[in-house]
Structure formats: C-alpha cells, structure tokens
C-alpha cells in the first residue's frame, strides 16, 4: 500500500514537472512570438535614435549651462562693481568685464535658441523620413546624412584666422630638407636603373 502511494506520488510529481516545464515552454514561445510580432510596428519616437538630433540636444544644453555661468558671472561682477568706490581705477575694467560677459550672454542665449528651433525641425523631419523608410523597408537613420552633418560641422566650428588653418611646420609650410631628399632620391632611383 505504502508502494502504490509513493508510486503515485512520483508520478504526480513527474506529471506536474511536465505541466510546469510544457508550461515554461509555453510562455517562452508566447514571449518570442509577440516579441517578433510587437517589433514591427514603427517607433513612436526614432529621433532619440537619430546622431544628429541628440547632437543638436547636447549643443542646447552646452549653450544653455553657458548662458547660466554667464549670468553668475554677471551678477558677481556687478556686486564687484557696486562695493568699488566712485573713483577707483579698476572700476573701468570690472564695467568692461561687465559689458564681456553681457555679450556672451546673448550670444549664448541666441545659440541655445537656434539648437532648440533646430533640435525641433529635426524632430519633425526624422519623424517623417522615418516613417517614410520604414514603408519601404530601409535602415534609417541613414550614415551618410550624420557623415555630411558632421563634415558641415567641422566647417563651421574651424577657425577663421589664416594662422590657425596653416600647419605651422616650417616658414611657408614648406617640406624639411629630408623629406626634398628623400623625393629626390625616390625619383632618381627608376631613372639610375635604366
């Protein structure tokens, strides 16, 4: 008696292992099934996989905190000022220091404006090119817009000073002596085997 009870036992016991494991099973084929289905509808959101746009986010920001550390210097400055007396000589300085930052303030305050209205119409813009490679099946975004971007960028942030673009190497940019010798001798060298 006791026989058939453990008999019985194991196999409710291998019975409800089964159960479990068909069951595990199950909802690992669920989990796949709606995780391949529930992949292709379109992202609601694909500027957040956009270069450009998060580019454009991160240079609002770098304006903005350069807007903020402006306006303390500002401050600060202006407290400098009022605590100088009427006829001290630094004063003119500080009103210079004062008339600096006022101005980098504002450009700051334009840059910040000009990435959020740009950060803006690239949002729009990647929505709807998204939207639009996505019905046709393409990989977006596309590789060569971030590397025109990036081309664009560099151009605009390099230095406009004719001293800054030269490589100052040597006076006129000029090759070294060595590397004219070794031209030279690069040259000759078909021309001594003939």
């Not at 609002?60 to 007396?85: C, F, G, M, N």
């Not at 960028?153 to 004219?180: C, F, G, I, V």
């Amino acid at each position: 008696m006791s026989n058939q009870r453990s008999s019985s036992r194991r196999k409710r016991a291998h019975n409800d292992y089964l159960t479990s494991v068909g069951f595990g099973a199950l909802v690992v084929i669920c989990v796949l099934t709606s995780f391949i289905f529930g992949c292709s509808r379109p992202n609601p959101t694909p500027e957040n996989t956009d270069p450009i746009y998060m580019d454009l986010i991160g240079r609002s920001s770098v304006a903005k905190a350069a807007a903020e550390t402006a306006k303390e210097e500002i401050k600060q400055l202006r407290e400098d000022l009022e605590a100088l007396p009427a006829r001290d000589p630094s004063r003119r300085k500080v009103q210079q220091d004062i008339t600096k930052k006022e101005t980098q303030l504002m450009v700051a305050d334009q840059e910040a404006l000009y990435f959020e209205i740009r950060a803006q119409q690239r949002k729009d813009y990647a929505r709807k090119s998204y939207l639009e490679a996505y019905d046709r099946g393409e990989k977006w975004p596309d590789p060569k817009d971030f590397e025109a971007y990036k081309l664009q960028r560099r151009l605009e942030d390099a230095p406009r000073e004719w001293n800054s673009r030269l490589q100052k190497t040597e006076r006129y940019n000029r090759k070294s002596e060595k590397e004219l010798r070794d031209e030279l001798d690069a040259k000759l060298k078909p021309a001594k085997g003939h």
